[in-house]
């Protein structure tokens, strides 16, 4: 009879802690920006600026997250993930002379001093990985262990490394341009002329530097 009563306490307990739990998580969804039915940031994680945080359908952001976005936005667009330990920065410290950085005020810093990140389609970041202020990582991106992203990221490459670099892209250009065909509207596909520039530029007329950083 004991063993029986005990169970019933420990189901009891269980199911309070479920219900708080659940009203926690539905009072911090209400605070983000955005967030869709799908999307989730999974605990523990540090937001500050959540109102600036905005998550479309099918997006992840695993545990360990910072998330800095106090003046500016960070948009995940649909379909994109992130492993744990992602950090990210809208903004930057600003000093003038003679103030120390602590006493500055709002009206005494740059207008673009906090610029917003934004994470398009498709794209995947693994763990540790830092966006800082203005950088778009672009659809199908992949973004590498630790990289330290400093400048956006073009559509369907892979970077690595501090500050983050291309050493490659996920697809070809015709296997770019079959997979947009498939998962995207003729509207929304990006032009393949600037799949073709993008893949020269980034990759083939960098080879020898590439190999450089893979060694």
Known sequence: MSNI???????????LL?????????????????????????????????????LYEHTSILSGATILTTKAKFIVKKNSGAAEGLTVVTGNHYSI????????TDDQKPADLDKDV???????????????????????????????VRKSVPPYAIVIGNPAKVIGFKFSPEEI??????????????????????YRKYFTKRIKEIKEILK
């Not at 523990?44 to 945080?53: D, F, L, Q, R």
């Not at 002379?97 to 500055?104: A, E, N, T, Y």
């Not at 800082?132 to 990582?137: D, H, M």
């Open 177 to 198: 341009k079959k997979h947009e065909e498939i998962l995207y509207p003729e509207e929304e596909r990006i032009p393949y002329d600037q799949i073709l520039d993008n």
């Open 118 to 148: 934004v994470v398009e389609e498709d794209v995947w970041i693994a763990s540790n990985a830092t966006l800082l202020a203005g950088v778009t990582i672009g659809r199908g991106a992949v973004v590498g262990s630790g990289a330290v």
């Open 97 to 104: 002379p003679g103030v120390f950085h602590r006493f500055i």
């Open 18 to 54: 479920l219900s708080f739990y659940k009203r926690y998580l539905v009072n911090c969804r209400r605070k983000f920006g955005y967030i869709h039915s799908s999307a989730f940031v999974r605990l523990p994680a540090t937001i500050k600026g959540i109102e600036n945080v905005y």
């Open 5 to 15: 009563k005990q169970r019933i306490k420990n189901s009891s307990f269980f199911s």
